[in-house]
């Protein structure tokens, strides 16, 4: 019964898209278990290029069944657009190859305009949202008040719930936030509209993977987002509304616990952010422009969904193996290492200066106002030259650049069984 897991070991955008679709393969079913179309996965191929919210990025194998489990938070309107985009471009979705959990919460525009109110008014301390409604709709599940998916099969029940939540939400907006609201009964017409389109795609899920699996099945469980940003053991509260590491897929997903193959972290071969928050090895000026890039090509370092430029700074291995404790990683899957070509020296983070002592290993629950606290200890490793694009096997690269990922083995005593190292599906480095 295989369930292997990809998660992303920093703030997302770790390129977790191309590891899914990588694995998936050897997939027969690829499941998102948490967040929504805050998500962005990018997945190259060939010509295309793929920008993908919700979806799981696995779908584009013809034979992969896409799931999107109950953990996550679904926008219709998002989805139907993607559907759209990816049957236009040859890729066919319909309800025998996408399972939506009918207990996934809806978001409307009500929650993308309280998102946005929410930020405006918390000023200097926002968090930096991605706008998409996350926060309002997962409040409104843990209010024990959502709409789920499943409501949507009783259309006039489902309508009067709408009613209330479109009218809840005007109080809110208009009363509290000082903000416009919304015309009721026309947004109430729009949404059963885009509903209706989903209709033949709401499953209940958990029993339809648990019987995959029983049936020899292989499952992989894409995390969206990243371990920082999870709820509860990310950099609080510069997180977003949803359990992103781990031990999210089995209660996002709707089945017991059970045995993990392998769970493949992701992590950028330097770190980026978007988004307030805390970032101790953040940089700035011509080094973090050099790991960015200038945004004229699609894999530099600008939000997939919001194309706001990310922050960067060196790889953070304290943070690292956080994640891989939270986790539970099996194996790091290194993504970008093609980008450090051409620094004389990396520096990488291997302990943080706190109140007079250096730490080792983040010994506090990931808190922002501590982890703002704290400065970088670097241990600083010798760069290459050689441009790594081309390099297809391990020992193509060149002896630093092994020495880098050795190194990152060392020090968080899991193996990198891959790397990748251009933008291209065939990009990448196996050892494994
Ligand atoms: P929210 O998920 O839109 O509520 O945003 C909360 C925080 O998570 C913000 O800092 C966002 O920038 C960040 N965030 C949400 N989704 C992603 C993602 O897919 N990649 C990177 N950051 C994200």
Redesign the pocket.
């Known amino acids: 019964m295989p369930i292997n897991i990809v998660i992303g070991a920093q703030?997302?955008?770790e390129g977790k898209g191309r590891v899914v679709d990588l694995l998936s393969e050897n997939s027969d079913l690829v499941a998102r278990y948490n967040?929504g179309d805050?998500?962005?996965h990018t997945v190259t191929v060939g010509e295309k290029i793929y920008k993908l919210h919700l979806v799981p990025s696995g779908i584009i194998h013809p034979r992969v069944i896409g799931v999107l489990g109950n953990g996550m938070v679904l926008n219709p309107q998002t989805l139907v657009e993607e559907m759209t985009m990816l049957n236009e471009a040859g890729v066919s979705i319909n309800p025998e190859r996408l399972w939506i959990s009918d207990a996934v919460q809806l978001i409307t525009p009500a929650h993308r305009l309280l998102?946005r109110a929410q930020e405006a008014s918390l000023g200097k301390s926002q968090?930096?949202?991605?706008?998409?409604g996350?926060?309002p709709a997962y409040v409104d599940k843990v209010a024990r008040r959502g709409l789920r998916a499943g409501e949507i099969l009783e259309a006039e029940a489902f309508t009067t719930r709408l009613r209330t939540h479109f009218t809840e939400a005007n109080h809110l907006l208009t009363d509290w936030y000082h903000v416009p609201g919304l015309e009721i009964e026309q947004q109430i017409e729009d949404y059963l509209r885009l509903t209706d389109q989903i209709k033949p795609y709401i499953h209940r899920v958990g029993p339809l993977i648990q019987k995959a699996l029983n049936d020899g099945k292989t499952i992989l469980a894409e995390g969206?987002?990243?371990t920082l940003?999870d709820l509860e053991q990310g950099t609080y509260p510069?997180?977003?509304?949803s359990c992103t590491t781990s031990a999210g897929v089995f209660s996002g997903l709707g089945i017991g616990i059970q045995p993990v193959n392998k769970v493949v972290g992701v992590t950028k071969a330097f770190q980026t952010?978007?988004?307030?928050?805390p970032f101790p090895t953040e940089l700035e000026g011509e080094m973090a422009n050099f790991l960015r890039g200038t945004g004229s090509n699609p894999w530099d370092e600008f939000?997939?969904?919001t194309g706001r430029p990310r922050r960067v700074g060196w790889l953070d291995l304290v943070l690292l193996n956080y994640a891989r404790e939270i986790n539970a990683i099996s194996e790091l899957f290194i993504t970008k290492l093609d980008i450090l070509s051409g620094l004389e020296h990396i520096p990488v983070c291997v302990g943080y200066k706190h109140n007079g002592k250096v730490l080792l290993t983040l010994d506090f629950s990931g808190e922002a106002k501590l982890l703002a606290q704290c400065t970088p200890v670097y241990e600083t490793l010798t760069g290459w030259k050689e441009n790594l694009t081309n390099c297809r096997h391990w020992n193509e690269l060149p002896e630093n650049a092994r020495g880098y990922i050795r190194f990152i083995e060392e020090q968080t005593g899991i193996p990198v069984l891959n790397i990748s190292v251009g933008p291209e599906r065939t990009a990448s480095i196996s050892r494994s």
């Open positions: 703030w997302g955008d967040g805050n998500a962005g998102d968090i930096g949202t991605t706008g998409r996350i926060g969206a987002q990243g940003l510069f997180v977003t509304s952010r978007v988004g307030a928050g939000g997939t969904t």
